[in-house]
């Protein structure tokens, strides 16, 4: 049997329980002529709740983030397996992916310049999501006796909803741990590797290169479930290592690239910022006015930066510290790079650039038409209209882009196998064979399906999430309150060089 025919048997296997799960999870309600999905009011909602409930933490709260991450406070000594900038960039390698490369393009090609704004809203209001939950998976993280730890949802859950009963609880956090499990294993691993390899294949040839040959997409899966493997056999500090040093890398070279599409359209930077402001209040074209730009920002602001899901505090757990709520602070910066920088600058580079095809896609919008923009290959349209070789540079951005998120989300997904199978140095192991493998899978087949279904399970997460931070807020109010206290009255503990009058 062919790729192709596997590939047939197993969407047409998983087609109609995507539809169905997907139907529920992504119920849409209409407001304005607009169409709303209730899981992204869900998440925007609780974003806003914790804002208001913090007094807007996200702003008077950015300094000390900053400090902590530069690494002002705390003890080498501290219980955790990696340092807060490590921690943080693990986090973010799980977030930045191709989604803020295709997801925004697409964003554009729907609600206009517009959708820009909204995006960088929900961005910050998505900063305090992060507060609170990084702040529980910390507090109620299980330190083991070899030094390594596990936190996030799994372990502040059952506490969240113990007042129920102990059924209750553990049938809830098993609901999370398999729909992160799922997703983790097609979503954060089979998605990216396939992906890498399709850029891969487009900029050395396409179908007449020679990625195109026989085999050689299981030769290029083989060789990147290797490079995966040899990251994720360490554990959080193996990972948190790579990240340090990818992560800024890789920000970097597609900050800068936009940045060259920017500055070379430099007479047009006053008008894109124009048609951002104007379209998310007058927008031209989309479909329930204003609301309708508002809900598309508000979308892929929540579908990018993952605030309330309850994956990044599995990572943020893994942190040094003796006090989470110093994680919380860390964890802010978290939906700032993800969605008001980079999600921000590829707006900016298509709005400024405003390449053919997202023009195209606009007419369309615009004349009641669907729409079905490729968004990978806007963006690069957008780069190659200043530059021809730019699209090289998006392969590799894509390509480092869906590597970090591959090792992030084996974190992920590790743990939540443990939590269900138990922890061992077999399970571990086992888990981590399966991820490879999926990995290579992932490179050969596409299974659009069994991709939509995973979508679907991560946000059946973040309602479970979200459920438990709304029951466990008091306890984030507390360390909160007590940590600020300790601050004032300089009862912090300082890395040397770093004292009170030194420190921010």
């Not at 679907?456 to 709304?470: E, R, S």
Request: net charge negative; aromatic share 12%.
């Amino acid at each position: 049997m062919d790729t192709e025919s596997i590939q047939s048997a197993i969407d047409g296997f998983f087609a109609p329980i995507s539809d169905a799960v997907s139907s529920v999870v992504f119920y849409q309600v209409t407001i304005a002529g607009a169409t709303f999905p209730i899981i992204v009011g869900w998440l925007v909602l609780a974003a806003a709740i914790f804002t208001v409930a913090m007094r807007g933490i996200q702003v008077w709260g950015v300094g000390h983030a900053i400090a902590l991450v530069r690494g002002r406070y705390g003890s080498d000594d501290d219980p955790g397996e990696v340092s807060h900038f490590q921690a943080l960039t693990s986090a973010v390698s799980g977030t930045v992916g191709l989604g803020n490369i295709a997801g925004v393009a697409v964003a554009l090609s729907l609600g206009g310049a517009g959708a820009t704004f909204w995006m960088i809203l929900a961005g910050l209001l998505g900063m305090c999501t992060k507060f609170v939950e990084c702040t529980l998976g910390v507090k109620y993280r299980e330190e083991h006796e070899d030094g390594t730890v596990s936190g996030g949802p799994f372990k502040y859950l059952p506490i969240a909803f113990a007042r129920f009963g102990s059924g209750v609880a553990t049938a809830l956090t098993s609901v999370f741990a398999i729909s992160i499990f799922f997703f983790g294993a097609v979503g954060g691993n089979m998605f990216q590797a396939n992906q890498t390899y399709a850029q891969a294949r487009n900029v050395t040839g396409g179908d007449d290169g020679w990625l195109a040959s026989g085999g050689a997409a299981l030769g290029f899966g083989i060789v990147l479930a290797v490079l995966v493997g040899l990251v994720i056999i360490g554990g959080m500090k193996s990972i948190g290592r790579v990240t340090a040093s990818l992560v800024p890398a890789m920000a970097i070279i597609y900050v800068v690239a936009c940045l060259v599409v920017i500055l070379g359209n430099f007479s047009s930077i006053d008008n894109a910022f124009g048609d951002i402001i104007s379209g998310a209040f007058s927008p031209d074209g989309v479909t329930g006015g204003v609301v309708g730009v508002l809900i598309i920002g508000f979308q892929r602001a929540a579908f990018s930066n993952e605030a309330g899901v309850g994956s990044a505090p599995i990572a943020h757990s893994a942190v040094k510290t003796r006090r989470p709520v110093t994680e919380g602070f860390v964890a802010m910066l978290e939906p700032f790079i993800d969605t008001v920088v980079i999600c921000t600058m590829t707006a900016l580079t298509i709005v400024i650039a405003k390449p053919e095809s997202w023009l195209n896609a606009r007419a369309q919008v615009a004349a009641g038409e669907t729409a079905n923009p490729d968004g990978v290959v806007l963006t690069s349209d957008a780069f190659e209209s200043v530059v021809s070789w730019f699209p090289y540079v998006l392969a590799i951005a894509v390509a480092l882009f869906a590597f970090s998120t591959l090792i992030t989300w084996s974190y992920y997904t590790q743990k939540a196998f443990t939590s269900v199978f138990g922890r061992t140095p077999f399970t571990e192991r086992l888990f981590q064979v399966i991820f490879c493998l999926f990995t290579v899978f992932g490179s050969v087949v596409a299974l659009a399906d069994v991709v939509n279904l995973a979508d679907a399970m991560l946000f059946i997460c973040a309602f479970v999430n979200i459920l438990g931070l709304y029951l466990l807020f008091p306890v984030v109010k507390q360390e909160l309150n007590e940590y600020w206290e300790d601050r004032k009255a300089g009862r912090l503990t300082y890395k040397p060089g770093h004292e009170p009058s030194d420190a921010a």
